[in-house]
């Protein structure tokens, strides 16, 4: 977008998460108005305000800016008459111009207030995706979670965020994780410090967020007797209403952490696919106990 006038309106809130059409308003009919929430003009608005005399069209437009709105945005490259941008700038409204057509411009704004004004929540924690699948490493300080997260960048898969990660739902059907902007696609690791995980690996170790599809809880060794075994029962943290699977790993002397994540993200894609690998060994087994009986 290209910001016409002046800044006049930048101090003004967005308060709801979508945008309005004001052909009604334009008009002169305010009831329901929704004034709270972007303002676009399309073709049609403008070409109704085109056919007004210049009095009734100052008139009009003066009407709309007296409410307060937050801002104002022109589609498809149209130009406002001097008159009503100056009129807006000094209402303290801020203008902006859009080259994109107004039902594309409607889709994306809606979609970008929606991620903007979705519920979120931060987590100590690092976040990665393997193989398509966005994984949340939690544990106890000590249990090695950067250490895990930098053996899966060194295998190939990507960095999306270290120690604190930014969830976010999205319209309560999938959460989305990203991470601070101050310390994005940095990692810190005890004895190295800070490091720059693109400068070292490449852009490709990094992505600036992921879909959240598994939880991976790290388990130190004096908790090893809590950890499901066989996994048949399957798991799940709720996160922002939420529920998201959930795998514990214990912690070992000798064990290769960064390989047991990366399969247990490709047993949480096989799952995806509709084949539960414990599942599946169960009902084996029971069947080949009643061949026995």
């Known amino acids: 977008m290209k910001l016409l006038g002046t800044e006049a309106g930048f101090a003004r809130l967005i308060s709801e998460p ?7 308003a334009l008009a002169g009919f305010y009831t329901y108005f929704a004034k709270k929430r972007i303002q676009v003009i399309g073709f049609q608005e403008f070409s109704f305000l085109e056919s007004l005399s210049s009095t009734e069209q100052k008139q009009r437009f003066e009407e709309l800016c007296d409410h307060e709105l937050p801002c104002l945005i022109v589609c498809r490259g149209l130009e406002l008459p001097r008159s009503l941008l100056k009129f807006a700038n000094e209402a303290g409204l801020s203008v902006f111009q859009t080259s994109m057509s107004t039902l594309k411009f409607l889709n994306a704004a809606t979609i970008a207030l929606e991620f903007d004004f979705a519920p979120s929540v ?14 949340l490493i939690r544990g106890r300080s000590g249990t090695g979670k950067s250490e895990t997260v930098l053996g899966l960048i060194d295998r190939g898969h990507s960095l999306v965020a270290d120690d604190l990660v930014h969830l976010k739902s999205i319209e309560g059907r999938e959460i989305v994780g990203s991470a601070p902007e101050h310390g994005r696609f940095h990692m810190e690791v005890r004895g190295l410090g800070i490091i720059n995980v693109a400068a070292l690996y490449g852009i490709g170790a990094i992505l600036p967020e992921k879909r959240l599809d598994l939880v991976v809880q790290l388990v130190s060794a004096k908790d090893i007797n809590e950890v499901e075994r066989v996994g048949v029962e399957p798991k799940f943290s709720t996160i922002l209403d939420i529920p998201v699977p959930l795998v514990e790993l214990p912690v070992l002397p000798g064990r290769d952490m960064a390989q047991l994540v990366e399969v247990a993200a490709l ?4 799952k995806s696919l509709g ?16 061949k026995n009986q």
């Open 18 to 24: 979508t945008v309005n059409r004001p052909g009604l």
């Open 122 to 135: 931060s987590d100590h924690a690092s976040m990665v995706d393997v193989r398509g699948i966005g994984i």
């Open 267 to 270: 047993d949480q894609k096989l």
């Open 275 to 290: 084949h539960n690998s414990a599942a599946e060994f169960t009902k084996n087994l029971l069947n080949i106990m009643k």
